[in-house]
């Protein structure tokens, strides 16, 4: 099942900067997938919240066996390992990482557990539509043979939010060396695409 992830971070952990911490959130993403891909890293402003630093955003796409709550239950182990407390932390506000489900496939689901917020999930993301820092990379990472229907929705979305400032801090290629100096296993041709051609130096 083709899946869509969108990554964000604008708080440092354990000597981590936003963008080490979304390399190593990558690096540990990786082995959720096939044909896994990244984008390039984004420098937005935030929206909702603005009393905070800028986030750092991307997006990561590949092929997952896992059911969208077997992801999800993955996903928050990542973020809890690299630093993040959904008890303590402010709505819409400052988090060291926060990786949400965008697409899984052409599944809709909207399943809400009132035992268990954590187990809450609404797919495509509720206000993914809203968003360029989400639109930007996650069309960047969505392979061009993915049986995606809502693509032609997005690509309009997108038109229509406009870039809201989103800036292009790191290139696929350029993140790719990032990744590396984390000490993360990347880069192996079976597993792993960066959604830009490094060879020639495209953006």
């Known amino acids: 099942m083709i899946t869509v992830l969108g990554l964000g971070s604008n708080k440092s952990f354990a000597s981590l900067d936003s963008l080490h911490l979304l390399a190593r959130a990558s690096a ?11 984008s390039s890293v984004y420098r937005t402003k935030p929206m909702y919240v603005t009393d905070q630093s800028d986030f750092y955003n991307m997006a990561v796409s590949g092929r997952t066996e ?22 303590s932390e402010i709505r819409n506000g400052p988090r060291s990482v926060d990786i949400d489900i965008e697409l899984y496939g052409n599944e809709e689901i909207n399943y809400s557990d009132p035992s268990d917020p954590m187990k809450n999930l609404e797919v495509p993301h509720p206000r993914l539509c809203e968003r360029a820092f989400v639109l930007i990379p996650l069309l960047e990472v969505l392979p061009p043979d993915a049986d995606i229907e809502k693509r032609d929705f997005l690509e309009k979305s997108l038109a229509k939010t406009g870039s809201q400032g989103a800036e292009k801090l790191l290139d696929s290629g350029e993140f790719a060396g990032l990744i590396a100096e984390t000490g993360a296993q990347y880069g192996r041709k079976d597993t792993c695409t960066v959604a830009d051609d490094r060879k020639s130096g495209s953006n």
């Open 66 to 87: 896992l059911s969208p709550h077997e992801l999800l239950a993955r996903i928050h182990e990542i973020e809890e390992l690299l630093g993040r407390d959904r008890k």
């Open 28 to 38: 540990l993403l990786e082995p959720l997938f096939s044909d896994f891909r990244f």
